[in-house]
């Protein structure tokens, strides 16, 4: 932009809040580093959607994607498009007095911060849960028969059926934590109590500070619980202090029924071992830059480092659920036949996958 482009920007920030409150001193310079942050979140967002929608619209004109398929990318394509529109309300949130407390930090409502934060979480874990099924899906059909034979009786053997159940309540879990620290960044609950395990003299606050009457918005208190719960500082990074304890532990309590359960030392595949130990690896690595964040006054490359570190901790428990995926009747009606056939051919293999493609999540060109 020219200068007067800038001058122009310039004099519309002073008009807002933050300026107003929080930076009366910010020089144009200063502000221009805020702005090009901005402006790249929001074309980059930009981005994303047109190089998922372009390719989708194509994909489903031309018929290369079957009907429950297109209907799987048309859900993501919408998913995208309604974070977009909540990422301008949260940023709204932020730009009038009346949108916030008289006299509190000039922020963005916290509630419209965890909404966008779990609008894209839900967003990219439907695009790799898909892209991870078509590719196991690809990997099955790929492997000799004899050799899927027992892969197949390993994944419907009963006895896995906890460890997988288990596998998707970690996935929750590790998202309700995630959210949970949307909330903290969202109320600057992360520069307080900067001390772990303990929170000022012992390992909580008081009861009178975590249940305020401050954050009541009714005479009779009614509503004091929920919204301490969500709008008390105190109180929130207490929530996710003990979320995120909590889903450390049950990834170490998932590691170690993988590791001294005879049961599941007999039926748990090699390639979910391997993924009990990603796991593993990234809730250390989370745990570290979570105390780090905190014990350091959350500076921005470890912040980001830690939201980025939750994001990849529910990617490998994704990978995780994927690799004891357990195929649909369809897949395992065509998976089965390619069993009974025992002909690892594939003139023979190449049409049973087309008809299951067609009829379920993708097509493939019969060879």
């Not at 197949?152 to 998707?168: K, N, S, Y």
């Not at 007999?266 to 014990?295: D, E, M, N, W, Y």
């Not at 003139?347 to 493609?357: D, E, Q």
Request: with cysteine; glycine share 8%.
């Amino acid at each position: 932009m020219i200068q007067e482009d800038w001058d122009a920007e310039f004099f519309r920030y002073k008009s807002s809040p933050e300026f107003k409150l929080l930076n009366p001193n910010i020089t144009l310079d200063e502000f221009k580093s805020i702005y090009y942050m901005e402006w790249a979140h929001r074309v980059w967002g930009r981005v994303v959607g047109i190089s998922f929608v372009v390719p989708a619209i194509y994909f489903i004109a031309k018929g290369k994607v079957s009907k429950p398929m297109a209907y799987r990318i048309a859900g993501i394509g919408s998913l995208i498009g309604f974070q977009g529109a909540l990422g301008w309300w949260m940023v709204k949130s932020g730009l009038g007095d009346d949108l916030f407390a008289p006299g509190s930090h000039p922020r963005v409502s916290q509630y419209r911060l965890v909404a966008h934060l779990g609008t894209a979480f839900m967003c990219y874990s439907a695009m790799l849960w898909n892209g991870l099924s078509i590719l196991r899906l690809q990997k099955l059909l790929n492997t000799p028969s004899l050799t899927l034979r027992g892969q197949l009786g390993q994944l419907r053997h009963p006895g896995l059926r906890t460890f997988r159940v288990a596998v998707g309540v970690l996935a929750g879990l590790v998202f309700v934590t995630a959210m949970s620290g949307g909330l903290v960044a969202g109320l600057d609950a992360g520069l307080i109590y900067n001390e772990f395990p303990y929170m000022g003299l012992g390992l909580t606050p008081p009861k009178s500070e975590l249940f305020s009457d401050f954050y009541s918005h009714t005479p009779d208190g009614g509503d004091i619980w929920w919204r301490n719960f969500l709008e008390n500082p105190s109180l929130v990074q207490l929530d996710h202090r003990i979320l995120a304890t909590t889903t450390f532990s049950s990834v170490m309590a998932l590691w170690a029924y993988s590791r001294f359960s005879s049961k599941m030392n007999r039926l748990l595949p090699a390639a979910c071992r391997k993924g009990v130990h990603g796991v593993v690896g990234f809730a250390l690595l989370q745990v570290i830059l979570g105390i780090s964040t905190l014990i350091y006054l959350v500076p921005l490359p470890l912040a980001s480092a830690h939201q980025a570190g939750s994001l990849a901790l529910l990617s490998y428990v994704l990978v995780l659920g994927s690799r004891t995926w357990l195929p649909n009747k369809r897949v395992a009606a065509i998976l089965n036949w390619y069993v009974r056939s025992a002909v690892p051919s594939k003139k023979i293999l190449a049409p049973n996958v087309a008809l299951y493609a067609k009829r379920n999540m993708f097509k493939v060109a019969s060879t």
